[in-house]
């Protein structure tokens, strides 16, 4: 099969990144791997190391760069946006409530998807806002299952407990009463990716006139239903 784009340059950059796919290589390794001349090898592997695509590792080795992992990491946003776009307005037209979707990012949580009600009085909650790790359902769920000491530093100055998110890890939902905004209550379901890894929540919030002070009882089943949608779609997009 010939793997030729007819971009030469190219084709050859493509050679260096599947020989540093096996692992860290010397140059002379390089070479060998690829069949390139020696000079030709060093030249790429140099080029590639200036835009973060190779590094090198403590033994001066050439390594896959980090700029990969930033690329795959947008890469797989971009999918989650995709699957979870359709799923969120069927969420928001099955409960008449706003829906969300949240990433951590550091000590916060970003909107980075949303359906909003139409009309009425409305959660609003801006594509692009950050909000608390401390306070609400979707924080609990991004919390709930990080690793124990990273979860302990996620629980200081928290509105819950360490009780509340042991709950939350053993239905697979978490809900909220005026918890991070007075007057709002919400229900959140974790979004899974590779390895069973928390990625994401998925959200519904409204009054708490209309979403009572057990919000859960009235709105988990679907938002879970929802974040097992987005998961298995996300499965099925690797």
């Not at 760069?65 to 971009?78: I, K, Q």
């Not at 609400?136 to 100055?157: K, Y």
């Amino acid at each position: 099969m010939d793997n030729s784009s007819g971009v030469g340059v190219l084709d050859k950059a493509v050679l260096v990144l599947n020989a540093l796919e096996a692992g860290p290589a010397s140059l002379a390794q390089l070479v060998q791997a690829t069949g390139l001349a020696r000079p030709t090898a060093h030249r790429l592997a140099v080029a590639l190391e200036h835009h973060r695509i190779v590094s090198r590792d403590t033994q001066g080795r050439f390594i896959l760069g980090p700029r990969l992992s930033e690329l795959s990491a947008a890469a797989g946003e971009d999918r989650l946006l995709a699957v979870a776009s359709p799923v969120l307005t069927q969420l928001r037209d099955q409960t008449g409530e706003s829906a969300q979707l949240y990433r951590r990012q550091g000590d916060e949580r970003v909107c980075v998807a949303a359906a909003e009600r139409a009309s009425g009085l409305r959660d609003t909650v801006p594509v692009g806002t950050a909000l608390p790790m401390t306070a609400g359902s979707a924080a609990q769920i991004l919390l709930a299952w990080e690793e124990p000491d990273r979860l302990h530093r996620g629980l200081r100055g928290a509105k819950f407990t360490a009780a509340t998110l042991a709950s939350v890890r053993r239905r697979s939902w978490a809900h909220s009463v005026g918890e991070r905004e007075q007057g709002v209550a919400s229900v959140s379901a974790p979004i899974r990716g590779a390895g069973g890894k928390v990625i994401a929540a998925v959200s519904v919030s409204g009054p708490i006139e209309r979403l009572t002070r057990t919000p859960g009882r009235i709105h988990a089943a679907p938002v879970v239903a929802a974040a097992e949608r987005i998961t298995e779609a996300m499965r099925r997009a690797n």
